[in-house]
């Protein structure tokens, strides 16, 4: 099972919205609806910020959305903000019932 | 509050084996589905594998599969990863992580243990 395929990175002054996308194929993000996002700072535990490709868990800013289109899904974060800047992953279930994360996107606030 | 806590994690030779804990609280555990997931240093995240809530269908990918062994006691509200014939390419920090929901992602991970696969 490949990885999901994420742009390296992505950047942003801050008050500005930036799209992270992940794009499989028709066995994994386009064949169901469990796609998940994940912040991670350096040296810490990853942390949800969306799931089912677009709900935002409590305590997550609104400013995250997540929405997908066939086989790509994507993860919005608007007004951004210093604190934004981490990396962040994507994650689907496919359909050898086993689960895929992305390669990764390093968001930058400049 | 969840609480997964990571143990086990450590200095191994190839070819050798290491069992890894993760001690949950907070949560009915025996509700949720749990996971492994580990990161190699400076690489992304990789999927390692599943166990249903009552232990009865669990998954692997392919990378650690007839390798690596997941369990757990829910009397203990553990979970378990035995890993056998490591290779230095298992060499991450492995975290445990609890499922929303079924397939739905992961709300609450451990901190970490670090597996070093070293001659």
């Known amino acids: 099972q490949s990885a999901l395929t994420q742009p390296a990175s992505v950047s942003g002054s801050p008050g500005q919205s930036i799209t992270i996308s992940c794009t499989g194929t028709?066995?994994?993000?386009?064949?169901?609806?469990?796609v998940s996002w994940y912040q991670q700072h350096p040296g810490k535990a990853p942390k949800l910020v969306i799931y089912?490709?677009?709900n935002r868990p409590s305590g997550v800013s609104n400013r995250f959305s997540g929405s997908k289109s066939g086989n790509t899904a994507s993860l919005t974060i608007s007004g951004l903000q210093p604190e934004d800047e981490a990396d962040y992953y994507c994650?689907?279930?496919?359909?050898?019932?086993?689960?895929?994360f992305g390669t990764g996107t390093k968001v930058a606030v400049l | 509050q969840v609480q997964l806590v990571e143990s086990g994690g450590g200095v191994v030779q190839p070819g050798r084996s290491l069992r890894l804990s993760c001690a949950a609280s907070?949560?009915?555990?025996?509700?949720?589905?749990m996971h492994w997931v580990r990161q190699a240093p400076g690489r992304g995240l990789e999927w390692v594998s599943v166990?249903?809530?009552?232990?009865?269908?669990?998954y692997y990918a392919d990378s650690v599969k007839g390798r690596f062994t997941i369990s757990r006691d829910n009397s203990k509200n553990t979970l378990y990863l035995q890993m056998d014939s490591l290779t230095v390419e298992d060499s991450a920090v492995y975290y445990c992580?609890?499922?929303?929901?079924?397939?739905?992602?992961?709300?609450?991970w451990g901190q970490g243990t670090p597996v070093t696969v070293s001659s």
């Open positions: 028709s066995s994994d993000v386009g064949g169901y609806k469990y």
């Open positions: 994650l689907s279930y496919t359909s050898n019932r086993i689960y895929v």
């Open positions: 166990l249903s809530n009552n232990g009865g269908v669990k």
């Open positions: 089912d490709v677009s």
């Open positions: 907070g949560f009915t555990f025996s509700s949720y589905g």
């Open positions: 992580a609890k499922e929303v929901g079924d397939y739905s992602g992961f709300d609450y």
